[in-house]
C-alpha cells in the first residue's frame, strides 16, 4: 500500500497513517532502544479510534507519555553496573607525595612492548622509584609486575668473544677495538660504558629517548664524580683512597682511546673525561648481572635493563629478577607469598652478602640496617654465641640469619634490626658444646667489647649526631657530598647499635 494513500469504504474517505513503532533514547546508554509495549498502545489506540486525526493525535500523545515515564525511570534508577558507579577515594601513601613519572616514560616503553601491572613510578628527592597501585594478596605463585623485552636492553657477555644482545654494533666500527681492548677480567663497567654511549648516538635507538631519564651527573651519588672534598668526607682512608684509583682508572682509559686522533664518531662519544666517567657511573649503579639463554645460548651477561633499573634496594626485597627464554624478556616478578599494600615500594636485593664500603664503592649508598656489615675487633674479648642469639631470637646459620618474630615481645620485635643481625655475625664468639655460659663472665666480656666500640666511636672526628645535625643543615647539598656523611653516620649508627645490643644481652643473660 501507497504511503499516505486513500481509502474509500461507504462512501467515507479515510486518511491511512502507517503504524510506526515509536523510538525513546535511553539517558543511561548514547544508543537508542524500541519498546514493543509502547508500540502495541500505539496501534490499540489507532484501531479503535474512528477518526484518522484523532487516531494519529493518541498515538502521539501515548508516545510522548511512554518516553516520559521510561526517562524518568531510567533517570531515577541507579546503575547496577560497577563501570557506572562512582569510585571510592583512596587513602592517601607516602608514594602519594611523590611526583608521578611524566606520561612520556611510560609511553615511549609501551609502543616497544613494554608491559607493567599494578605498579606507577614516581620521582622524589633521590631519585625514581616504583611503587604499588593497588593491593596485592599474598599468592602461592610469584607474581609477574614487570616485562622487558631483550630488545630494548644494552647486554654484552662476561667472557670473550664479546656478544651484544642485540647486535647493535656495525662490522668494523671503531668502538669495539675500544671494547676489546679492555681486561676481560674487571674491566666490564669500561665495556658497558663504551656500549651506552654508543647506544646514545645511534639513530631511532631507543636508549636516545630513555637517556632523558637516567639522572644527571648533578643527580648522581657514584663516588666517581665526587670531588676530593667529598671523598675526605667519608672519613674512611681506604674507601676514598679506593674510589681515587677507580676515578684515576677510568680518566686513564678515556685518555687512552679518546686522544686527538681519533675518529669524529669515535670523539662525539665522549668528547670529554667527565661525560665518559658519568657513563661508567651509570653502568656501575644499573648493571644487573644475570644467566640468560637465548634459543640454544646460554650466556653470563652484563645487562642495562630500561624501567627495571628504576627499582630501588632493600635487604629484604618483595620482588626479584627472572628471565624467560621463550619470549626473550627479562621479568620482575613479587615474591610467591608476599603481601603488597597500595604505595609500597617494589624493590630488589642488588648484592647479598656485600658490606657499606662495598655498597658505596659501586652504588653510591649506605644503610644503617645492612646486615652484613663488618665490625672489626682487636681485643680478647668473646661472648657466648647462643645466648646471643637466644637473646633477640635469632634463627638460621650464620650465613642465613633471621628474626624469627613470633616469640618475641614487642619491645624486642621494636629493637631488633639488620644492625642485630649484623653485630651476631661480627662480634666475637664462643661456643664449646654443651659448656653452658657463666653470666658474670658473659657481663664482663660484653662491657669489655662495649668499651672498644667506645674507642671507635672515639676516633672519628665528629659523632653521630653531629652528622646529622650537618645533613639537617645542608638540604641543597651536592649528592656526592650528602652520600659521603650519610655512609659515615650510618657506620657510627651501626657501631651504636651494638653497644645497645650489648646492654640488653647484659639484662637478659639469666633468662
Known sequence: ????????????????????????????????????????VAYNAISSSAAAAVAYNATSSSAAAAASTLEISSASSPSSFPLFQTPSSLQPTPASELEPADPDFYKIGYVRSVRAYGIEFREGPDGFGVYASKDVEPLRRARVIMEIPLELMLTISQKTPWMFFPDIIPVGHPIFDIINSTNPEIDWDLRLACLLLYAFDCKDNFWTLYGDFLPSADECTSLLLATEEDLLELQDHNLASTMREHRQRALEFWEKNWHSAVPLKIKRLARDP?????????????????????????????????????LNHSFQPNCFFHWRFKDRMLEVMINAGQRIRRGDEMTVNYMSGWKNNLFMQRYGFSSPVNPWDVIQFSGGARIHLDSFLSVFNISGLPEEYYHNTGRLSNNGYNFVDGAVLAAARTLPTWSDGDVPPIPSIERKAAKELQ??????????????????????????????LEAAIKYRLHRKLLIEKVIQALDVYQEQILF
Open 1 to 40: 500500500m501507497l504511503k499516505n494513500s486513500f481509502l474509500l469504504c461507504s462512501g467515507v474517505c479515510y486518511l491511512h497513517v502507517p503504524v510506526q513503532q515509536p523510538i525513546f533514547i535511553c539517558k543511561k546508554r548514547n544508543r537508542s532502544i524500541k519498546s514493543a509495549a509502547a508500540a502495541a
Open 274 to 310: 667527565e661525560r665518559f666517567i658519568w657513563a661508567v657511573s651509570i653502568a656501575q649503579s644499573r648493571c644487573i648481572n644475570m644467566q640468560t639463554r637465548i634459543g640454544a645460548l646460554v650466556q653470563d651477561l652484563n645487562m642495562l635493563v630500561p624501567y627495571a633499573d628504576m
Open 451 to 480: 668499651e672498644e666500640c667506645q674507642l671507635m666511636l672515639a676516633e672519628y672526628p665528629t659523632t653521630a649526631k653531629e652528622d646529622q645535625q650537618i645533613l639537617d643543615s645542608m638540604p641543597e647539598a651536592r649528592r656526592t
